[in-house]
């Protein structure tokens, strides 16, 4: 995508970039040392190829430790709000419900960074809630048919957004350890950081081979999960575990959900 530049005259640093969602890298670049800032420690916006990106993480995150080791690592995330003006929403929909945050500094490692708008919007529910997802997923599908305004590069905004305040998370109480089985995760358990809000209290994040899996988990349970970004294979590779624990994915953006045989 970005393409390699491999260009080792003094006064330039590997800058490496990786798709944050799923650990990808996606490309290579060395770039000279003046251009760097002093810190990632604040909110960063790259334009690449017409396109802006955020750098949700950074290693080294301080520019005196990125010179001496000759090199970073970027994980960057597309951004997905529409400069349209005022008045305008880049997205359909958005949780009714906001998880407790904090700002203490996570216990150790780097965080799992979401941006607040995407808060539930991939989500695991109890199947004996399909009725009220239905009917809670009309009211979606109808700001996307009569409130959804087309701009360039494929991109949407929306005159109008749903609030799903009558469709709580569900409860699920999975244990940790049957979690473990079914998904493997890769990595041990990140503190789940909510862009602009802060930490989630008792949140997790841990990476899986179709993405990252996201929630809160307390007690040796997992309470709460969803899904950070989406692919259709990854339907296929949770089938039992949806199953298992009578459960229906629910992508309610792109107003779909998935069952077990379905």
């Given at each position: 995508m970005f393409g390699k530049f491999w260009n080792k005259k003094r006064g330039r640093v590997k800058v490496t970039f990786i798709e944050a969602d799923k650990e990808r890298v996606i490309g290579t670049y060395f770039s000279p040392t003046e251009k760097l800032p002093d810190t990632f420690e604040k909110a960063t916006t790259l334009t690449i190829k017409s396109e802006s990106y955020r750098v949700v993480r950074a290693r080294p995150l301080r520019k005196p430790e990125i010179l001496k080791k000759g090199k970073l690592e970027l994980y960057i995330r597309k951004q997905e709000t529409a400069n349209t003006g005022t008045g305008f929403f880049s997205l359909p929909t958005l949780s009714g419900e906001v998880p407790?945050?904090?700002?203490?500094?996570?216990?150790?490692?780097e965080p799992f960074v979401l941006q607040a708008g995407h808060w539930r919007q991939i989500e695991f529910m109890k199947a004996e809630k399909q009725d009220s997802i239905i009917l809670e997923m009309s009211e979606v599908q109808a700001i996307r048919q009569e409130h959804q305004t087309d701009l360039k590069g494929g991109l949407h905004a929306y005159t109008k957004v749903h609030i799903r305040k009558n469709i709580p998370a569900t409860p699920l109480c999975i244990p940790e350890k049957a979690f473990g089985m079914y998904f493997e995760p890769k990595d041990g358990y990140?503190?789940?950081l909510l862009e602009g809000k802060g930490y989630v209290k008792n949140g997790f994040a841990t990476k899986w081979k179709h993405g990252f899996l996201y929630g809160i988990k307390e007690g040796g349970y997992i309470h709460e999960l969803n899904l950070s970004g989406f692919e259709e294979t990854a339907v296929e590779a949770m089938e039992k575990f949806l199953k298992k624990y009578d459960l229906m994915l629910v992508d309610w953006i792109?107003?779909?959900?998935?069952?077990a045989g379905n």
């Amino acid at each position: 995508m970005f393409g390699k530049f491999w260009n080792k005259k003094r006064g330039r640093v590997k800058v490496t970039f990786i798709e944050a969602d799923k650990e990808r890298v996606i490309g290579t670049y060395f770039s000279p040392t003046e251009k760097l800032p002093d810190t990632f420690e604040k909110a960063t916006t790259l334009t690449i190829k017409s396109e802006s990106y955020r750098v949700v993480r950074a290693r080294p995150l301080r520019k005196p430790e990125i010179l001496k080791k000759g090199k970073l690592e970027l994980y960057i995330r597309k951004q997905e709000t529409a400069n349209t003006g005022t008045g305008f929403f880049s997205l359909p929909t958005l949780s009714g419900e906001v998880p407790h945050t904090s700002e203490r500094v996570s216990p150790e490692g780097e965080p799992f960074v979401l941006q607040a708008g995407h808060w539930r919007q991939i989500e695991f529910m109890k199947a004996e809630k399909q009725d009220s997802i239905i009917l809670e997923m009309s009211e979606v599908q109808a700001i996307r048919q009569e409130h959804q305004t087309d701009l360039k590069g494929g991109l949407h905004a929306y005159t109008k957004v749903h609030i799903r305040k009558n469709i709580p998370a569900t409860p699920l109480c999975i244990p940790e350890k049957a979690f473990g089985m079914y998904f493997e995760p890769k990595d041990g358990y990140r503190a789940l950081l909510l862009e602009g809000k802060g930490y989630v209290k008792n949140g997790f994040a841990t990476k899986w081979k179709h993405g990252f899996l996201y929630g809160i988990k307390e007690g040796g349970y997992i309470h709460e999960l969803n899904l950070s970004g989406f692919e259709e294979t990854a339907v296929e590779a949770m089938e039992k575990f949806l199953k298992k624990y009578d459960l229906m994915l629910v992508d309610w953006i792109g107003c779909r959900w998935y069952e077990a045989g379905n």
